[in-house]
């Protein structure tokens, strides 16, 4: 079969399509991929980024994906949450996420996973809207709502428009009724989080952007924060009794620096760590997903033997949306 195997660190060339053997199937279901989204996860495992992000190699990346069983015939989308255990509070030890270690990823033709991953696919998705799903919903739902406990009329700011994670999210929360402002640094973007709901939006790369979203738009219940390094901005946002729902490191490796712990603990904010989500999550997501109002916003869609090309373009960071692997 065609896929793209990662046997060493680096930028987007050090990543091709190439025949390779298929995997493993014992105690698995075989899945005939059509699509794979690409994620950030992705490109920091590509570059070894960290001890989290340095699995042993080769590896087969990719932890999006959607196609059609081999055996039944169904069209289904990939759960990748790897043995989440019992748990909602939090993952168990075993836990692992799909494209980064020994279970072999979505950068592929076929891909073969316990039953348990595989969910219907949405019926009024296509391809390569299914394919961008997984992952990204399913870290925005479990943020906003499992930990986030987001309801109608609460305000979220979500910082950094434009990734999947922040798109859906923001899909999410104003389909319950929540008001949602995002930033970014670019004013297209700003534009189009608006026409997605968003009500307000403001440049990150101005001076003092927070103290300004929050003359706009007051302060906010939820601040969804990806990026680590604006913290500080993050927790100003808040009103007394307000959490951010801390789930990345994109700035500065996620280190925070001169961080004022007394505008956390006076006010009685807090700060909840996120990450990925669970089955139960999943299917929650799911739900909201099914009556066909929330689509993943799709930037690009590449074939597999220009994935370093895709890479490239997620490195630059200038798209808007999930940029997408064709494996068909």
């Known amino acids: 079969m065609q896929g793209v195997l990662l046997t060493e660190h680096g930028g987007p060339e050090v ?4 025949e390779i053997p298929e995997p493993e199937t014992t105690g698995k279901v075989l ?4 699509t794979a989204g690409i994620n950030r996860r992705d490109a920091l495992i590509r570059e070894g980024i960290g001890p989290g992000y340095r699995p042993r190699l080769p590896v087969i990346l990719g932890s999006d994906g959607a196609g059609i069983r081999r055996d039944t ?8 949450s790897l043995r989440w255990g019992d748990s909602q509070r939090c993952a168990s030890d075993s836990f692992a996420v799909l494209g980064g270690g020994p279970d072999g990823g979505t950068y592929a033709e076929l891909v073969a996973l316990p039953e348990e991953n595989l969910y219907p696919k949405p019926k009024h998705l296509a391809w390569a809207e299914a394919g961008a799903l997984s ?19 609460q305000t979220v700011v979500i910082l950094g428009a434009g990734s999947g994670v922040s798109l859906i999210a923001l899909q999410l929360a104003v389909k319950v009724g929540a008001r949602v402002a995002v930033t970014s640094s670019s004013q297209d973007k700003l534009n189009l989080a608006q026409e997605l709901g968003a009500v307000a939006g403001v440049d990150y790369t101005q001076p003092d952007w927070e103290l300004h979203l929050r003359d ?9 924060d990806s990026v680590g390094s604006t913290l500080q901005e993050s927790v100003m946002l ?12 994109t700035g500065a490796g996620g280190i ?10 006076l006010k009685h904010k807090r700060i909840l760590g996120t990450a990925m989500g669970s089955p139960t999550d999943f299917a929650g997501f799911l739900d909201m997903v099914a009556d066909g109002d929330i689509d993943p916003v ?4 590449y074939p597999l033997d220009e994935v370093a090309e895709a890479h490239s373009q997620l490195d630059a960071n200038q798209r808007f949306g999930k940029i997408v692997l064709s494996t068909a």
């Open 15 to 18: 990543l091709a399509a190439a």
């Open 31 to 34: 899945v005939e991929l059509r």
């Open 73 to 80: 015939g169904e069209e289904v989308i990939v759960l990748p």
């Open 135 to 153: 992952l990204s919903g399913l870290t925005a739902y479990r943020a906003l709502f499992t930990v986030g406990d987001l309801r109608a009329g």
């Open 216 to 224: 706009e738009i007051g302060e906010a219940d939820l601040v969804l």
């Open 238 to 249: 808040l009103r007394p009794g307000g959490a951010v729902l801390s789930m990345g490191g």
């Open 256 to 265: 925070v620096d001169g961080f004022d712990i007394r505008t956390l603990y």
């Open 298 to 301: 799709i930037d690009s869609v």
